[in-house]
């Protein structure tokens, strides 16, 4: 017996759910999962309010600047560094945060600006 066209096949069910914690889950693991979660349902939520894809895009677009300046705002809060004075001076400085067990994580980035300083126009 065939399958009815307007049917997905059994195999492509999405299974929606959190994963459990058990040994074996990172709490890393679990941040992140939950990180996803969380901006995919923001995503949808936008989606549903606006009605042109434009409108959710600098919506996003401007969250995403203002957790920029926030965590720009808590590193130099938390940190003693000198003032900078070039763009690419300024880079170098955000490369060098600590990524060790007692600092806050800004990301899993590799301190690395030279290859985003060399795209700069002179």
């Not at 490369?95 to 067990?101: E, I, L, T």
């Amino acid at each position: 017996m065939a399958h009815p066209t307007n049917r997905r096949p059994e195999n492509s069910k999405i299974d929606w759910h959190l994963p459990t914690i058990s040994s074996s889950a990172s709490a890393h693991h679990m941040s992140r999962e939950l990180f996803v979660l969380t901006y995919g349902a923001l995503v949808a939520q936008l989606c549903k309010d606006y009605e042109k894809d434009e409108d959710v895009n600098k919506y996003l677009d401007s969250m995403g600047y203002s957790i920029g300046i926030r965590l720009v705002e808590d590193f130099l809060a938390r940190s003693a560094v000198k003032k900078c004075r070039s763009y690419s001076e300024t880079a170098d400085i955000i490369a060098q945060v600590p990524k060790d067990a007692d600092s806050p994580s800004f990301g899993k980035a590799e301190p690395n600006s030279y290859h985003f300083i060399s795209s700069l126009p002179p």
